[in-house]
């Protein structure tokens, strides 16, 4: 009755603004009882999702066809934005720590999903900007140097990368990091992502809304303000959450949609307090939390 009562009600959240996708399905995902737990990523292929706590605290992976849990860290940040490879087999995360002169320091850690190997690839660095699969290939930029590292047989091939640093928006391209921050050195840049082909940026300027642009920084197209922690979807649509406080708590989340043109489409109702989607490769499949500490699974035709 419960699930019924949810798809009805979607049925008309989806209702609101544009049509831009169909929704065909809303089902709770079984994760272990945890309130603590929320949903930190999602495999390419939409057979697993990575979890972590409230604090970015850990890292596990939840197979959803067997329903069982694995344990990949304990440490602290590994939660923070971990990447999987496109063949669904390595996973990469940071683990922070503080070192004696009170600093914050990050290694980076690639997983098997397959296997229990652990490898450090880097340790205990106080630069690490920010790293990003694209395709099977990982990137990392530290003190503003492009690192490319091949995670299968194949070539690596480079590709434009976004990262924060000192909370302006930096671009990687062509080995080259150069600052972009397109709406102006005196904001504040977070959430920035790239889009698969590569030709449009989308970052989050705090205290203003949600934008995209080209590599040059240029074309700069407002989305919303109701649109935070956006992730593309395809190359024209974003999904992302809109989400309300009072100043002190969250009172109403849901997970939205928005294409280029700045047309959008609610896909669950505020009062279930939906939060930080993710997507699968394919666009097929969208993950969420609720501030309930439940997860969510979205599939689209």
Same mark, same amino acid.
Request: glycine share 6%; with cysteine; proline share 3%.
């Given at each position: 009755?419960?699930?019924?009562?949810?798809?009805? /009600?979607?049925?008309?959240?989806?209702? /609101?603004?544009?049509?831009?996708?169909?929704?065909?399905?809303?089902?709770?995902?079984?994760?272990?009882?945890?309130?603590?737990?929320?949903?930190?990523?999602?495999?390419?292929?939409?057979?697993?999702?990575?979890?972590?706590?409230?604090?970015?605290?850990?890292?596990?992976?939840?197979?959803?066809?067997?329903?069982?849990?694995?344990?990949?860290?304990?440490?602290?940040?590994?939660?923070?934005?971990? %990447?999987?490879?496109?063949?669904?087999?390595?996973?990469?995360?940071?683990?922070?720590?503080?070192?004696?002169?009170?600093?914050?320091?990050?290694?980076?850690?690639?997983?098997?999903?397959?296997?229990?190997?652990?490898?450090?690839?880097? =340790?205990?660095?106080?630069?690490?900007?920010?790293?990003?699969?694209?395709?099977?290939?990982?990137?990392?930029?530290?003190?503003?140097?492009?690192?490319?590292?091949?995670?299968?047989?194949?070539?690596?091939?480079?590709?434009?990368?976004?990262?924060?640093?000192?909370?302006?928006?930096?671009?990687?391209?062509?080995?080259?990091?150069?600052?972009?921050?397109?709406?102006?050195?005196? =904001?504040?840049?977070?959430?920035?992502?790239?889009?698969?082909?590569?030709?449009?940026?989308?970052?989050?300027?705090?205290?203003?809304?949600?934008?995209?642009?080209?590599?040059?920084?240029?074309?700069? %197209?407002?989305?919303?303000?109701?649109?935070?922690?956006?992730?593309?979807?395809?190359?024209?649509?974003?999904?992302?959450?809109?989400?309300?406080?009072?100043?002190?708590?969250?009172?109403?989340? /849901?997970?939205?949609?928005?294409?280029?043109?700045? %047309?959008? %489409?609610?896909?669950?109702? /505020?009062?279930?307090?939906?939060?930080?989607?993710?997507?699968?490769?394919?666009?097929?499949?969208?993950?969420?939390?609720?501030?309930?500490?439940?997860?969510?699974?979205?599939?689209?035709?």
């Amino acid at each position: 009755m419960r699930k019924t009562i949810l798809i009805m /009600a979607l049925a008309v959240a989806t209702t /609101a603004g544009a049509q831009l996708v169909n929704v065909k399905s809303v089902e709770r995902i079984q994760i272990p009882e945890n309130t603590e737990m929320k949903v930190a990523g999602l495999s390419p292929d939409g057979s697993c999702l990575l979890l972590t706590t409230q604090t970015n605290k850990g890292l596990q992976k939840y197979d959803l066809a067997t329903g069982t849990t694995e344990v990949l860290s304990t440490e602290e940040g590994a939660g923070y934005n971990p %990447q999987i490879s496109a063949d669904n087999k390595q996973v990469v995360y940071r683990e922070t720590s503080i070192d004696k002169r009170n600093l914050r320091r990050a290694t980076l850690v690639q997983r098997s999903l397959l296997t229990a190997d652990r490898k450090v690839l880097l =340790k205990g660095s106080r630069d690490l900007n920010g790293f990003m699969m694209r395709g099977n290939t990982l990137m990392t930029v530290n003190r503003k140097k492009l690192a490319v590292r091949p995670m299968t047989a194949e070539k690596a091939v480079e590709a434009p990368m976004v990262s924060i640093s000192n909370m302006q928006l930096m671009l990687t391209e062509n080995g080259n990091t150069r600052m972009l921050s397109p709406n102006g050195t005196d =904001k504040s840049y977070i959430w920035p992502s790239i889009s698969p082909d590569g030709r449009h940026i989308c970052y989050y300027v705090a205290g203003n809304g949600c934008y995209v642009c080209d590599l040059n920084g240029q074309n700069v %197209q407002y989305i919303a303000r109701d649109c935070r922690a956006a992730k593309w979807l395809d190359n024209n649509t974003l999904v992302a959450m809109a989400d309300q406080d009072n100043g002190e708590v969250l009172t109403a989340s /849901a997970i939205v949609v928005y294409n280029l043109q700045g %047309q959008m %489409q609610t896909l669950t109702p /505020a009062t279930m307090m939906a939060m930080y989607p993710y997507a699968s490769a394919d666009g097929k499949h969208i993950v969420c939390s609720t501030a309930q500490g439940e997860a969510y699974m979205i599939s689209l035709e």
